[in-house]
């Protein structure tokens, strides 16, 4: 590859990113239904076809934005399990609260990876690697030799979307989520 074709994918990527940070800033301040095409294009300071020769519309904004936020949350899963030295109750806490935590900070972040329409596929080969990585911490908080691992991450994962949705939607009381938090590592991951 020539220098100029270097250079050229180089900003490409840039302006691909640029238009994702956008795209995230504009539904962290004014929510998702004010991230248009129009309104990006002025905020990247690009034409709208310069945003279309990088996404196919706004799904595939939202589905770049929530893959960029399935890194960021793998990050965060990952160091929160790695604070605790081994599989049980504590790691597992340290990721339900984490995972909690980044739902509460980031919402419109959150709404992208989990309730927007996106184009990621999710448990199939398909699958990107940041959102295996992501469950793969929820998997590592139970031994090795345990039984149903992949199940168990699964219902710990959906309990605590459901606690983050309804948190978020004020249907029920922010005071009691670290309660609610131990009754599911307690009762529904068996752990305790």
């Known amino acids: ?3 100029t074709s270097e250079r050229r994918e180089r900003e490409r990527a840039q302006r691909h990113q640029l238009i994702i940070t956008a795209a995230r800033e504009l539904a962290e301040t004014e929510g998702w ?3 248009t ?8 300071e690009y034409s709208q076809p310069v945003l279309y020769s990088h996404f196919n519309g706004k799904d595939a904004i939202v589905s770049a934005v929530a893959l960029d936020g399935f890194g960021e949350l793998a990050d965060q899963l990952r160091r929160a399990r790695q604070s605790v ?3 049980g109750p504590a790691a597992l806490g340290a990721v339900c609260r984490t995972y909690l935590r980044f739902a509460t900070e980031r919402p419109a972040l959150y709404q992208a990876m989990f309730i927007l329409p996106t184009t990621l596929t999710f ?14 911490q929820f998997v590592s908080c139970f031994p090795p030799d345990g039984e149903q691992r992949d199940l168990a991450a699964e219902v710990v994962w959906s309990a605590l979307h459901g606690l983050a949705v309804l948190a978020e939607n004020g249907r029920i009381p922010p005071e009691g989520q ?9 009762r529904i991951a068996g752990l305790r």
């Open 33 to 35: 239904e004010a991230v």
């Open 85 to 87: 030295a081994a599989p």
């Open 123 to 136: 448990a199939s080969a398909e699958t990107p690697a940041s959102l295996q990585a992501c469950f793969e």
């Open 178 to 186: 670290e309660d609610r938090v131990e009754l599911l590592i307690a």
């Open 1 to 3: 590859m020539s220098a």
């Open 37 to 44: 095409t129009r309104r990006l294009a002025d905020r990247v």
